[in-house]
Each structure stands twice: as structure tokens, then as C-alpha cells.
């Protein structure tokens, strides 16, 4: 909490230095600060179908997340727009179905974790021809769990400005730990924190294109269509799966998987006060598993400086074909997982979130022009239940 109030601070004077320096309407040629986020989030959740312990037992978790966004912008001598993105995040959790991995509740190293995702961003943008490309690093590291990204794109508007097509291609190149079960290690180890446990490597590739188009003042669409290649060690090592014979395995999935998404999104503006975004995702993979998603947010302006948005999601899935509950896959099975993300369920998920953005700023410091508060409560079918709470600050 100390770093986040000097990180706070520290914003403060740049912004400030900054509002004073530029005073006029002209495009910046030096690098300028134009925007930065902090947002922090409390999440919870609780439910009896942890994987860790073959699809029973406790799921209780709890997670504290800080993140710091922050873009800067120059225009060059060609007058493109360059933006420039740096942003980091650091969650902690605490995790009762984690820490079942020893079978000793509340001893292991597992119980526990912390989570740091460091990002870089680029994108230059040439507004009389309506170009625009971007690029992109990000990494992530926590005890079982290191990831290397990378990203490209590309976006083109239309002649008359109304559309927009975009192209983005993404990898990521990861690490995970071989973390078994502590009655499946060999030679009875204990599983300390500092064991060899050795890794495998997990590698994503995703093609994403859209389309956005303006139909009139009112109304905007948006297509979207991914393309997702997972391939190396799909499994956790640390799901268990109890065979109909009371053995108990270590959850084995397929090296390879092939994601589709499509979706649209739309949103109209019902006058001056009231905003409807509305969402919808098919998505199908070669696991067999297929889902629907559907989402619903109405944004209200009560006054010219406060607006809230109450929101909806509904999302139903069916099962994937290697999923089986706790003691019904058999010897016969080459693939098998008792995770139930990839059960057949359905779930809910809604709250509202209050904005305040004054035209002066917030609490007499005119840099910080928006305060969102946003709570959520969701639910899944197969008895699982969460609620999430975050706050944004942004300094512009």
C-alpha cells in the first residue's frame, strides 16, 4: 500500500508540472504524459468443486490486485500520433484449494502467491491517412508460473472515417512448473519451496481481427472473430483425478488446442443520459467444449458529472469431452480432468458501478478527473459463487 500512495504522489507532480507546461492547443513533439490509471480490485470466492482435490473440496480464495497504466504521446515530425504504454500489476492470493496440494491445509507454500505482470505498449497512428500500428511486450511471473508475450497489429479506417478494420496477432511463450500432487512425488518429497520440480513449456498463438462500424450518430457495431493455438503441457500438475477405483491420478489433458471465438458488440445511444452496450460471444474449441455469452450495460447519466451502470452477463458452456466428476473416470480413459471450468455450467454475473468525473477534478486536484466504483456478484451453476469490488482512479 506504501508504493501505491508514492505512485500516487509521484503521478500528482507529474501531472501538475505538466498542466502548467502545456498550455496551448499545440500537439506535443516532446514526449507527454497523457493518462494514467490505477485501479485496484478485492475478489473473493468460495464453492466444493476444487480441482486440486479431484472436483470436491473447497474452493475458497481470495485475491488483492494493483495495477498502474500509464500513456504518454508524441507526435513526430510527420505529425503520426505515437502513444507510448507502460503498466504494471501486482496481485496477491490466498488459496485454501491451493493449498490442498499437501494435503495439510493452511502449511504449504502453495497457500499463498503473488503475482507481478510488468507491459510495454506502442502504437503510432497517422490520422490523415487513418493508419494505425501497434506492438507490444508483456510478462508474468509467479511461483509455478512464468509468461513471455508479444504482439503486432494493424488497424485501417475506411475513406469516410465510419469504419475501422483491425489486425492483431499475439504469442505467448510460457513456463510451468511441475508442481504433482505430494502422493504422487517421487522419493516422498515434501514439495519445500525450494525443489527442483522442473517445467514444460505451454506456447499460445491468436490471430484477432474486427470490424467497427458507425451507422449513424447513434448507433456503433463491432465484429469480432479470433483464431487460438494452444500447444505443450495443457494439464496443472496439481489437479488430482480419483478413478472409479479410488486411485488418484494427475489430471492429463491433450498437447494441443484449437479456440474460435466470434462475437458482436453493439452499442446505442438513447439521447444525451442512456448508453445500451450489449455483448455476445460464441466460442468452440476441438476439446469439445462450446459456450454462449451474453452481456447487458446501461450506462445512465444522473447529472452531467455522475453516471452509473448496472450490468449483466449470462454465459452457459457445455462439458468438455475429457471432463468427468470426482470417481467416474475409468482406466479406459486416455484424457481426463475433474476441473469443472470445464463441466457443463451455466452462470450470472451482475452489479452496477457509480462514475464521477467533475469538470474541475477530484477532490481539488484538477489531474484526477474520474473515480469509478464497480461491485459485481457472481454465480455458476455447479455451486461456485464470487464477488468482486474494485476502484479506478484516472489522472488526465
Known sequence: MKKIIISIIALFGIFNAQAQENTSSEQPKKLTLDEANLVSSYYKQDGNNSAVTGGIGTEKLTDISNTIDVTMVKYDKKERKNKFGFSVGIDHYTS??????????????????????????????????????????????????????????????????????????????????????????????????????????????????????????????????????????????????????????????????????????ANYFLGDKVILRAYYRYYTDDWGLRSNTFSLETPVKISPFVSVSPFYRYYSQTSAKYFAPYQEHTAFDDFYTSNYDLSKFNSHFYGAGIRINPKNGLFGIQCLNMIEIRYGHYTKSVGMKSDIISLNLRFK
Open 96 to 265: 485454501a484449494s491451493s493449498d490442498m496440494i499437501d494435503l495439510k491445509a493452511n502449511s504449504s507454500a502453495s497457500h499463498a502467491d503473488t503475482r507481478i505482470y510488468p507491459a510495454l505498449s506502442w502504437s503510432r497512428e497517422n490520422e490523415s491517412k487513418g493508419t494505425t500500428l501497434m506492438a507490444g511486450v508483456s510478462y508474468s511471473t509467479e511461483f509455478d508460473y512464468q509468461s513471455i508475450g508479444a504482439n503486432i497489429g494493424f488497424s485501417q479506417k475506411t475513406a469516410n472515417k465510419m469504419g475501422e478494420f483491425t489486425a492483431k496477432f499475439q504469442a505467448y511463450l510460457d513456463q510451468v512448473k511441475l508442481i504433482t500432487p505430494i502422493e504422487l512425488r517421487p522419493n516422498g518429497s515434501t514439495g519445500g519451496e525450494h525443489d527442483n520440480y522442473g517445467t514444460s513449456g505451454r506456447n499460445t498463438y491468436a490471430l484477432s481481427l474486427s470490424y467497427s462500424q458507425i451507422i449513424n450518430q447513434n448507433f456503433q457495431v463491432e465484429l469480432l472473430a479470433d483464431g487460438v493455438q494452444q500447444t505443450g503441457y495443457l494439464s496443472l500438475p496439481f489437479h488430482r483425478v480419483y478413478f472409479n477405483d479410488n486411485s488418484v491420478h494427475q489430471e492429463t489433458l491433450p498437447d494441443k488446442r484449437f479456440k474460435i471465438p466470434l462475437g458482436l458488440r
